[in-house]
Nanobody
Framework: QVQLVESGGGFVQPGGSLRLSCAAS?????????MGWYRQAPGKQRELVAV???????NYADSVKGRFTNSRDNAKNTVYLQMNSLKPEDTAVYLC???????????WGQGTQVTVSS
């Protein structure tokens, strides 16, 4: 079955770093599609954090610009979100999303928890 699996979340202190991974399987190839990272914290709206297009163009929310970097490894069919200088307000469940251009269908991962606290 088509599946997106996130990993790499955890507990870090402010100023620390994490690298999130989103691996695709089931005949879904990230390199052909737009991939976004979303985050959702309790009591807050879901936020689009970062995007990487099929062409490799990246965009970031103002709240993470300069601290987060989105990248892709086509051979591994995996996208990464490198998160540096983490702040408590970055605490959220992070979810990867793939918008399949050929079908206009969205696929979602289960999410990985990121907690930034001292």
């Amino acid at each position: 079955q088509v599946q997106l699996v996130e990993s790499g979340g955890g507990f870090v202190q402010p100023g620390g770093s994490l690298r999130l991974s989103c691996a695709a399987s089931g005949s879904i190839y990230l390199q052909y599609n737009r991939m976004g990272w979303y985050r959702q914290a309790p009591g807050k709206q879901r936020e689009l954090v970062a995007v990487i297009s099929s062409g490799g163009t990246t965009n970031y929310a103002d709240s993470v610009k300069g601290r987060f970097t989105n990248s892709r490894d086509n051979a591994k069919n995996t996208v990464y979100l490198q998160m540096n200088s983490l702040k408590p307000e970055d605490t959220a469940v992070y979810l990867c999303n793939l918008n399949q251009a050929s079908s206009a269908r969205d696929y979602w991962g289960q999410g990985t928890q990121v907690t930034v606290s001292s």
